[in-house]
């Protein structure tokens, strides 16, 4: 199934609010034709990964997601989880392990679960997509 670039363009916008917020102002990111994504943090780093242009339904969407009333809200999330991990490993080859959990350093990096960012290895909600603050 064909990703729906315009999905991808909005999680852009929370992605580099939380990029700034957390690691600091020059970082960005942005989609390159709607098939990579390059991550910048405006002192030298400049990495690009594929965005692939399609995916698997049945693996990436929730049961009856394509059917629901809900299926605009599964594709959405499904595109921010794209490009959200996509992010994570080129800011992670880059640097280092992100984003991190300020109250258990060293555990897995957050992950982005309908549109919060969680602490995978405790469990708990850490801020909305989009609304990481400084560490
Ligand atoms: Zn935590």
Redesign the pocket.
Known sequence: MRRDPALLVRAVVPLVADLRASLGPGWSCELVASSAVRVRDGAGLDVTGAVDETFDPQLSLPRGALDSSWRDEALEEEASHTLVGLVQELVTEAGGPWPG????PG?RP?MVCSFTWL?P??G?G?APFGGLTAP
Do not use: M, T, Y
């Open positions: 959990c300020a109250l258990h555990s957050l602490c290895d405790h708990h850490v």
